[in-house]
């Protein structure tokens, strides 16, 4: 079987990829889902593109089973990659296929017909169209294992800015996230959730609920039902008050919570993550380091929603899920039943930077609808839920200890990274992940989160090996086997201190060295679109010839991503008052070939203002019960007054494979604000967030 | 029954008199702008325009809307007609996930309508009630700015 690019190699047929309509219309049909990072508008820039139509023809479907290619989990910043790359080939296939047809059915050569906006021109004028010939059945085959895509000086449409297919919906408020599904005789519902991790529903009373609320509950699943909102919310209140649970100490104390992690370690599993062992210089200085982050949130802007109905055995389900195929496998291991029996659909919800709850509450909502058969079931999470029972990004801590020459340049680097494992995504297990699964009367247990394998950029240990040269290293990781707090994927996974921790030494090692902190790193890199992306930043933000002021401070951070990724280089600007501030960032990014330039921007800076927002504020915070940092005032983020200008360069590659863009930016500039508060205060981050607590340990 | 204009139009939505705004918009008023991401006033996602002031609609009972012009974003403009903020966050491509917007372009407005020319900080102060989780922040700044220079 020959091999296809990206995710046709396992949806191999066109048409799942893709139809054409007699009306002059052409549907794609990914696996991949929108989540405000406009990969619909990306993908289909690249269908119009190689099908030579106007990008207002397409039309990109939100992914359903069982009809879209499973492309498993829109994560990773691989859809561009992966789901464009087939998209590609696909639309480049069909093009041939239908050029063929028309081709041998006027019999001129194939080579002397032009495209224009789908109508097909021979040599003596038109001779057909997509349209004329609109006929599936051409598309009811395999992908070849040879096309031609168009060559990147051809393109005209990929490589062009163009404006969000999604976007005006959104300006307009018309109905378009799965919280505004509206489904004849839909039923609302809401969760009376633990006031403990891990506490047991032991007594409900009973009693009169609002708008004759129903009441759903299988062991501490505790839900109810009702024709509005209004009533559903006041009966939940209600019903909570009357439930009585068994409750215990089950988390770490977070005052002491890196000792935790040491504790934890030992009764962990250790494993290598690199080794090389070239010949180094004698060592003339070792410096030795420990970095430390909290748990962080997702903190995503919409409570997590999502619609069941039930119908017989069959179950249908809008969902805002990542990866529609991997959480109806989950559904299906929970409701233990054939998933061919589930429907599962995509729709928006707000942004996601990861695994959030969206599969969590898709199980609610199912769980719920069960109870009403016929009646479609939304299921809204609360704020508090949303804060308090997704997902977390796990607590982490890396020792390094690098050693220098005497010329102040990296000889040996031991490094040693402790966390929690970084998915604990639905369909990749036997057992189902669900929040609720371990909730019920007959549990599913919770087992602790993995880390995906490096190959796939892994988890924790994620860009914890340094891109930079050093001619002995050991990297080594242990991922905790117990899990008091849930954990998973959060953009960049383990990069988020791997990254800043590096950046963190190559800054510290330069001023030892007496080197500046961009011709340090230089001087350690081989690879010229690494230095490209440094040097660009430096050049945007005057580095060279920067000033300084007093309480001001700049800093620098760079990363490949996944080492096999995207380049960014950030500088930030901190200023240091009551607490820092950071005021400006510079970014600039490789992503090889850019299909919608503007969009990568747009995921460059977002991601850069997330990693500051990290880096200046953001810890989930919990008692030994449960979190507490369950609202906005408990769990802030950045807000307008104090979010830094930004300016960005896009140093564009179309002859090179797509990279992906959601996640270079993030870690750098954390690493970047890091950099700063050294030159500002003249002290080194040891642990985020950077608030004045944190930074008066350093 | 409180009855209230609602975009221009006199309503008288069933809704109990205690139930929220927001309730009574996206319920039996049949929108999808106003947005419920907290229900605290601590997000802006439910903002809407209550005699042409911004308000949190999650809060506020529908009671004390009662003889009062409620706008929501529907009422700002629609993709034929839109309001000069929509078009400038259109065209400076202002949003990610685009689940904050409503509530920021109906801030957006009240700071324009009384303050046609407004200096950047003086946005930021506008928008400070509203949270955005995919950092479009800056090209937000740069819409409404913008449209208050397609408005002069």
Redesign the interface.
């Known amino acids: 079987m020959h091999r296809l690019p990206g995710n046709l190699q396992t949806n191999r047929r066109l048409s799942q990829w893709l139809a054409i309509h007699p009306e002059g219309r052409v549907t794609v049909t990914p696996g991949k889902v929108e989540?405000?990072?406009?990969i619909l508008t990306t993908l289909s820039q690249i269908a119009a593109e190689e099908l030579e139509v106007d990008l207002a023809r397409i039309e990109a479907r939100p992914a359903a089973t069982p009809d879209s290619p499973d492309e498993g989990v829109t994560s990773g910043s691989l859809s561009t990659q992966d789901s464009g790359g087939a998209l590609r080939h696909a639309c480049a296939a069909a093009r041939a296929i239908f050029l063929g047809v028309v081709a041998q059915r006027v019999g001129v050569p194939v080579e002397t017909i032009r495209i224009e906006d789908g109508r097909f021109i021979g040599p003596a004028g038109e001779i057909g169209s997509y349209w004329a010939l609109a006929d599936q059945a051409l598309l009811e085959c395999e992908a070849p294992a040879e096309v031609k895509p168009r060559a990147p000086g051809e393109r005209r449409v990929a490589g062009r800015s163009v404006?969000?297919i999604?976007?005006?919906?959104?300006?307009?408020?018309?109905?378009?996230?799965v919280?505004?599904l509206?489904l004849p005789g839909m039923l609302h519902g809401r969760m009376v959730r633990p006031p403990a991790r891990g506490a047991r529903l032991f007594a409900l009373r009973e009693g009169p609920l609002p708008g004759d609320a129903q009441v759903v509950r299988d062991g501490s699943f505790l839900a109810v039902l009702a024709d509005?909102?209004?009533d559903a919310e006041a009966a939940a209140a209600r019903l909570a008050a009357r439930a009585e649970w068994a409750a215990a100490d089950t988390l770490p104390e977070q005052a002491v919570l890196a000792d935790w992690l040491r504790e934890a370690a030992a009764r962990g599993e250790r494993s290598p993550v690199a080794s090389r062992t070239d010949p180094a210089p004698p060592v003339a200085r070792t410096l030795s380091r420990s970095f430390h982050r909290p748990y962080l949130a997702h903190?995503?802007?919409?409570?997590s929603c999502a619609v069941a109905r039930w119908e017989g055995e069959r179950v249908e389900v809008f969902t805002h899920s990542q990866g529609p195929y991997n959480l109806r496998a989950d559904l299906a291991k929970v409701l233990r039943c054939d998933p061919a029996l589930l429907t599962v659909r995509h729709r928006?919800?707000?942004?996601?930077?990861g695994h959030n709850g969206a599969d969590d509450v898709a199980l609610d909502a199912v769980l719920a609808a069960r109870a009403a058969p016929g009646r479609p079931v939304r299921m809204?999470w609360?704020?508090t839920e949303e804060l308090g029972w997704s997902p977390f990004s796990p607590a982490m801590l890396v020792d390094i200890e690098a050693d220098l020459d005497a010329a102040g340049d990296l000889a040996g680097w031991r490094s040693h990274i402790v966390s929690n494992g970084h998915s604990s995504r639905p369909g990749r297990d036997p057992e189902p992940t669900l929040l609720s699964a371990s909730m019920l009367a007959a549990p599913f247990p919770v087992k602790p989160s993995i880390n995906p394998a490096m190959a796939a950029g892994g988890g924790a240990p994620r860009n914890g090996v340094p891109l930079y040269r050093i001619p002995a290293m050991r990297v080594e990781t242990t991922r905790l086997l117990e899990m008091p707090i849930r954990t998973s994927a959060l953009r960049g996974l383990g990069a988020t201190l791997n990254i800043w921790s590096i950046e963190s030494i190559m800054d510290e090692a330069a001023a030892l060295a007496g080197a500046d902190p961009l011709d340090y790193r230089l001087r350690h890199l081989e690879d010229a679109r690494a230095a490209a992306v440094l040097r660009r930043v430096a050049e945007l933000a005057g580095w060279a010839g920067r000033g300084r002021r007093e309480g001001f401070g700049m800093g620098l951070g760079f990363a490949r991503y996944k080492n096999t990724g995207a380049y960014a280089a950030v500088i930030a600007e901190v200023e240091a008052l009551e607490r820092v501030f950071c005021r400006r960032l510079w970014i600039a990014g490789d992503v090889g070939e850019a299909v919608n330039p503007?969009g990568v921007l747009?995921?460059l800076?977002?991601?850069?203002?997330?990693g500051a927002s990290v880096a200046l504020l953001e810890e989930v915070r919990f008692d030994r019960r449960s979190i507490t940092s369950d609202?906005?005032?408990g769990y802030p983020?950045?807000?307008?007054?104090e979010?830094p200008?930004?300016e960005l360069a896009l140093i564009d590659r179309p002859e090179e494979p797509f990279l992906g863009a959601g996640e270079a930016s993030m870690a750098p500039a954390i690493a970047a604000i890091a950099g700063g508060i050294t030159e500002a205060l003249g002290i080194r981050p040891r642990q985020l967030p950077f608030t004045p607590e944190n930074l008066a340990r350093a | 029954m409180p009855r209230f204009t609602l975009n221009g139009t006199a309503v008288a939505l069933d809704v109990p008199e205690e139930a929220t705004l927001l309730h009574a918009l996206r319920g039996p008023g049949g929108l999808s702008g106003p947005r419920f991401g907290c229900g605290n006033e601590q997000c802006g996602a439910c903002m809407v325009l209550v005699e042409g002031e911004p308000c949190c609609a999650c809060t506020l009972p529908v009671a004390a809307v009662a003889g009062k012009a409620v706008v929501t974003v529907e009422g700002l403009g629609t993709p034929g007609a839109p309001h000069p903020l929509q078009a400038a966050f259109l065209a400076e491509q202002a949003g990610q996930c685009g689940y904050c917007l409503s509530g920021i372009l109906i801030s957006a407005a009240a700071l324009l309508a009384r303050d046609p020319a407004p200096e950047e900080a003086a946005i930021r102060a506008a928008l400070e009630p509203h949270l955005c989780r995919c950092g479009s922040h800056n090209r937000i700044l740069r819409a409404v700015a913008r449209a208050a220079r397609e408005m002069a």
């Open positions: 989540l405000g990072q406009g404006p969000r999604d976007l005006p919906d959104k300006v307009f408020g018309v109905a378009r996230y919280h505004d509206r509005t909102e209004w903190a995503s802007i919409a409570p928006e919800g707000a942004g996601c930077y809204l609360s704020r503007d747009n995921q800076e977002g991601g850069a203002i997330h609202h906005w005032e983020i950045l807000r307008f007054s979010v200008q930004v």
